[in-house]
């Protein structure tokens, strides 16, 4: 399973870098707080639900959670689905969240 780190993710967003972010938490948690991410929840991409990700078959995609298990899941799943370059944020919104909000 191919990670990002928080750090890179930062630099990568602050650059203006155009990044295909996904994230798996669910409603009640994005709305909570977010990064941007498009909202896709675990149990969605175990049932195969990503029709609004297929389009990011051949890209990069971002995926994140509250600590990195979920999205770790979900990369798993994805690249089983032929998604070619899904990459899990390590430590995800708690590691995010801790580094960089005040």
Avoid at 17 to 26: F, G, M, P, Q, S
Avoid at 68 to 87: D, I, P, W, Y
Wanted: glycine content about 8%; some cysteine; hydrophobic content about 35%.
């Amino acid at each position: 399973m191919d990670t990002i780190s928080i750090e890179e993710l930062h630099q990568r967003m602050d650059a203006g870098e155009k990044l295909n972010l996904v994230d798996v938490r669910e409603p009640s948690e994005n709305a909570e707080f977010n990064i941007g991410g498009v909202l896709c929840p675990l149990g969605r991409i175990l049932s195969m639900d990503t029709e609004e990700l297929d389009a990011m078959k051949d890209q990069e995609v971002i995926l994140y959670c509250r600590s990195g298990n979920r999205s770790g899941q979900a990369t798993l799943m994805l690249e089983t689905m032929g998604f070619k370059k899904v990459r899990n944020l390590t430590g995800g919104m708690l590691a995010w969240r801790e580094k960089y909000t005040d």
